[in-house]
């Protein structure tokens, strides 16, 4: 059965950090690309960033660049989201996703972070930013 399931999230001041964790079973990470989606009550879901499944490669939303990167550890079999510097308008839940239609992230850019290319989602985590 596949399944993703985040953890790490919580509460933060703005300009701290968070480490969010996208544990995978039921196939091997390294054939997927991972995805972090953050949806807020109210809002359309935003994707944040993309770690591809060929050569790793990454893509990320502007609105996190510079201060958010993703990793991924194949023996874990996990994928990680370091969040640095954090904003009071990154609050949100954020999602991790698996696609197996993403190959290299950076070379399609935007397309990378839309929703319609994933296909199983994680439960959520919830990340709060208090200014």
């Known amino acids: 059965q596949v399944q993703l399931v985040e953890s790490g999230g919580g509460l933060v001041q703005s300009g701290g950090s968070l480490r969010l964790s996208c544990a995978t079973s039921?196939?091997?990470?390294?054939?997927?690309?991972i995805g972090w989606f953050r949806q807020d009550p109210g809002k359309e879901r935003e994707g944040v960033i993309c770690i591809g499944s060929e050569d790793d490669s990454t893509y990320s939303a502007e609105s996190v660049k510079g201060r958010f990167t993703i990793s991924r550890d194949n023996a874990l079999n996990t994928v990680y989201l370091q969040m640095n510097n954090l904003k009071p308008e990154d609050t949100a839940v954020y999602y991790c996703?698996?696609?197996?239609?993403?190959?290299?992230?950076?070379?399609?850019?935007?397309?990378?972070?839309?929703?319609?290319?994933?296909?199983?989602w994680g439960q959520g985590t919830q990340v709060t930013v208090s200014s």
């Open positions: 996703a698996a696609s197996n239609r993403i190959t290299d992230a950076q070379a399609m850019g935007v397309i990378s972070l839309v929703s319609g290319w994933y296909d199983v």
């Open positions: 039921g196939f091997s990470v390294d054939d997927y690309a």
